[in-house]
């Protein structure tokens, strides 16, 4: 309407020539129906007093008309119009766009302080869940769906109608949702070397995230983790980049595959069932001095490129639609900062199209006091080539700060356009612009019993053989279903909070039974024969232990959850009462010890002890793939994706090293063969030697040397 103001008022001049003029001159052809009508119904009167009176009279209607027909043409927005190829879509929706709207774009926030009126306000392009972040405990498919509308509401009653695009960290599973499928963390999927696995994984992690209505996941983390001490070690999966590459395949499976002469670099998502996914955390967080968090990655171009980079180019190759920077630093500079690796290398080099995020108020702790600088903050990170900013509080000192920035022209508005249309293409290649609001016709993906098989097949297939049986002659395992009596012991054997781990309900994990899933113990009670007694004991002294005939023990043990620098440890000893469970059960007793762990962890003191050791890693709610193997139903095929060490003072050591003398080498698993319905230890057991494997790492390749 107030286009049609302007327009009157800037053509006033010409009713008083109205009358003079050709009626043909206001019109194009395809109006000569109207023309014609107002030419019957004015010029048809001949009183000569009132003609200039009707004049400006019908040329009053005439630029009305002119006003319609305008409006007609400008509802017509090019962007709205899923034919259009999407380069158009983008330039004509930032054609339109404030500088307001769009540092909005930019802007992503935590689901805490956001609203309906918040989006409108501040044209806010993302919100997130942050670990632990949810609508309420134990929150519905229909609360997580309602939330997310409630919020982009706000943002499709803004001016453009921009659609807000909700991400959330889903690493092993949905795992901030109550019931969701928790599988195994990529330590363990690692163990499997299978990345057809991991595409099916990541196609059910997809179809749980959309039932809740959220399109963006955080996840794959694709670091190479080169030292055990690393708190996100757990997420990283393998010290070798070629298995970390293997693993991207999950990119896929949550995108969807990427068609045949699809343009390298840009993003891809399949439909309505898949999620954008976000290879993180680039580049080179795995390999921190001394396994800190955050801390330094100190190796030349060379190391960076061959060790830590080569992932990216295969999620790139892949579609992947975001990746996220790195709190770390390489050589001392910060990565949010680093404007060489990030515009010059990742956007330059490797031609990633898709968006570049930062971590969580990662711009912040470019200071070396987080936060202490802020405007200097948001320079360096936007400069460096970051484009949507997880704030993920204080929106509107971020804003307000860039938008200063800009308006003073210390940063260039063709960064923020650069920014901006990369954000928006990867919302119009998730088709948000099409269907913003999410329904509930997934809502029977959630925990659905397929998926729970998935993440038992995954378990079973990660589960790492250490040892079986005292002598190469008298193996242990598989066990018996049927026995007299057996003992099930240790902490971790009736916790599916410690099975899980971190990032699962809570950001740093929790005790107990917080989802819904199998515990170990549970799972045990299931498998055996129903003539087998079990006792359970989380730590059993002596009188239990000897004063009952046990036919065998499984004892459960590990790390309790951890997440990010919470989980540094230099030392990885075996937590209490692990050590003294296994002391107390394994001397009196025939033991099998299955430990829980994101990382290896000290156990060379403990192995002559035990008849049978088994690395389980993170498994995640379906404890029955454990017991899968544990009685034989399917055969013992993981091999570690990473060296066990003997002492933290070897630290770091990888495969390839010069001095190079672990526990378990890097490639390490014993196998046995199924024997389902085995009711005796004495059935035989196939058991093969496993090689050592030697991964030579020559820049983007590795010969594998079997001996």
């Keep these: 309407m107030g286009i049609c103001c302007d327009l009157l008022k800037a053509t006033s001049g010409l009713l008083f020539m ?55 043409e400008a509802d017509y927005m090019k962007y709205k119009d899923p034919k259009q190829p999407i380069n158009v879509r983008i330039k004509d929706l930032m054609d339109r766009m404030t500088l307001a709207e769009k540092i909005g774009q930019m802007t992503q926030i935590e689901r805490e302080v956001a609203s309906a009126q918040v989006m409108k306000n501040y044209f806010i392009g993302s919100v997130l ?47 901030n949702v109550y019931k969701a499928t928790i599988f195994p963390h990529n330590i363990g999927l690692g163990a499997t070397r299978d990345p057809e696995l991991v595409k099916r994984i990541g196609a059910a992690t997809a179809l749980e995230v959309r039932a809740t209505g959220i399109p963006y996941v955080f996840a794959p983390c694709i670091a190479v983790c080169r030292d055990p001490r690393w708190g996100r070690c757990y997420e990283s999966y393998s010290e070798d980049h070629n298995i970390v590459q293997q ?58 490129l061959s060790i830590h980079m080569p992932a990216y180019l295969n999620s790139i190759i892949k579609g992947v639609s975001t990746i996220m920077v790195s709190y770390s630093s390489w050589n001392g500079v910060k990565m949010h900062a ?39 903050s948001v320079q360096a990170g936007i400069s460096a080539g970051i484009d949507m900013v997880m704030v993920p509080y204080n929106y509107s000192e971020f804003i307000n700060d860039l938008t200063s920035l800009v308006k003073k022209n210390v940063i260039p508005l063709s960064r923020i356009d650069d920014a901006v249309g990369r954000i928006l293409r990867v919302k119009f290649t998730i088709g948000l612009f099409e269907n913003p609001l999410a329904d509930l016709s997934l809502v029977d993906q959630l925990g659905k019993k397929e998926h729970r098989d998935l993440a038992r097949e995954a378990v079973r297939k990660s589960l790492v053989l250490l040892k079986n049986g005292k ?51 549970d799972a045990v009670r299931s498998a055996i ?18 004063g009952n005939d046990f036919s065998y023990a499984i004892v459960v043990v590990g790390e309790p959850p951890y997440t990010e620098t919470a989980g540094d440890n230099l030392n990885l000893e075996l937590p209490d009462p692990g050590p003294s469970i296994i002391q107390t059960v394994c001397s009196t007793i025939k033991c099998v010890v299955v430990i829980i762990s994101g990382r290896p962890v000290v156990i060379e003191p403990y192995v002559p002890l035990v008849d ?81 494997v030697v991964s030579l790492y020559l820049s983007f390749s590795v010969a594998w040397i079997i001996f």
């Design 129 to 175: 869940s942050g670990g632990g972040s949810v609508p309420r405990p134990e929150a519905s498919v229909a609360d997580w769906v309602n939330m997310v509308n409630e919020f982009q509401k706000g943002s499709l009653s803004t001016r453009l109608g921009i659609p807000m695009i909700y991400g959330i960290d889903a690493v092993h599973g949905h795992n």
């Design 18 to 72: 109205c009358h003079n003029l050709p009626v043909r001159n206001f019109f194009s052809h395809s109006e000569a129906w109207t023309v014609q009508f107002f030419q019957k119904k004015y010029l048809r009167q001949s009183a000569v007093g009132r003609r200039m009176a009707r004049s400006r009279k019908f040329c009053l209607y005439l630029l009305l008309l002119m006003c319609w027909a305008y409006i007609g």
């Design 338 to 376: 680093n404007r060489d690796l990030v515009t010059g290398y990742l956007k330059n080099t490797l031609r990633f199209r898709g968006f570049v995020i930062s971590d969580w108020q990662g711009i912040d702790r470019i200071t070396s006091s987080p936060g202490a600088n802020y405007t200097y």
């Design 529 to 546: 024969d129903p003539s087998t007694e079990v006792v359970y004991s989380e730590n059993p002294d002596s009188n239990i232990v000897k």
């Design 471 to 521: 002598s190469t002659n008298d193996s242990f395992l598989p066990l018996p279903k049927k026995a007299a009596k057996i003992l099930i012991a240790g902490s971790h054997a009736s916790n599916l909070g410690y099975q899980c781990g971190g990032w699962t309900i809570e950001w740093q994990g929790d005790s107990g039974n917080i989802t819904v899933g199998t515990t170990i113990l």
């Design 612 to 692: 049978a050791l088994v690395a389980a890693w993170l498994p995640g709610s379906e404890g029955q793939g454990l017991t899968d193997v544990l009685f034989g139903d399917y055969g013992f095929t993981g091999k570690l994706s990473r060296t066990w060490f003997k002492s933290v003072d070897q630290l770091p050591m990888n495969v390839g090293d010069k001095h190079y003398d672990p526990l378990f080498p890097f490639g390490f698993g014993l196998t046995t063969k199924p024997t389902s319905g085995r009711l005796s230890s004495a059935a035989s057991i196939v058991r093969k030697q496993t090689s050592w």
């Design 247 to 304: 693993m991207t395949e999950i990119i896929p499976g949550l995108q969807g595959d990427v068609p045949a002469k699809y343009r390298k670099g840009v993003p891809y998502v399949s439909g309505k069932e898949k999620v954008a996914a976000c290879a993180k955390h680039y580049v080179g967080d795995g390999g921190t001095h001394n396994g800190i968090n955050e801390n330094n990655t100190i190796v030349n171009r060379a190391d960076l």
